[in-house]
């Protein structure tokens, strides 16, 4: 089983920048593709962004396209999501999540496609 820990949530103001960091542990051989979610209280789980193992392969959810950026470091066992020109409608508890499957990167655009998640970290955009 991979362990995944988020961090580098926050508050920050409308037009500011974040990097999330999502650090897998234990069988991080198996990480295959790994996806970025985030969800409000009383909403479901929203889609944000996927990359796959290698990284050539990302898909991003329309509403941070050009804003958002994922990337991952295998040789540190981490995938970032670099967030500019954040929104107070980006406000959200931001969860990574992981996969040991190697499919079309738009596969992954579901919460029910991964099979494990992060504990999440809390983004807070100020207006």
């Known amino acids: 089983q991979v362990q995944l820990v988020e961090s580098g949530g926050g508050l920050v103001q409308a037009g500011g920048s974040l990097r999330l960091s999502c650090v897998a542990s234990g069988r991080t051989g198996s990480m295959y593709t790994m996806g970025w979610f985030r969800q409000v209280p009383g909403k479901e789980r929203e889609f944000v962004a996927a990359?796959?193992?290698?990284?050539?392969?990302?898909f991003y959810a329309d509403s941070v396209k050009g804003r958002f950026t994922i990337s991952r470091d295998n040789a540190k066992n981490t995938v970032y999501l670099q967030m500019r020109s954040l929104k107070p409608e980006d406000t959200a508890d931001y969860y990574c999540?992981?996969?040991?499957?190697?499919?079309?990167?738009?596969?992954?655009?579901?919460?029910?496609?991964?099979?494990?998640w992060g504990q999440g970290t809390q983004v807070t955009v100020s207006s």
């Open positions: 990359i796959s193992w290698s990284g050539q392969s990302t």
């Open positions: 999540a992981s996969r040991a499957t190697s499919y079309s990167i738009t596969y992954y655009s579901s919460a029910t496609r991964f099979d494990n």
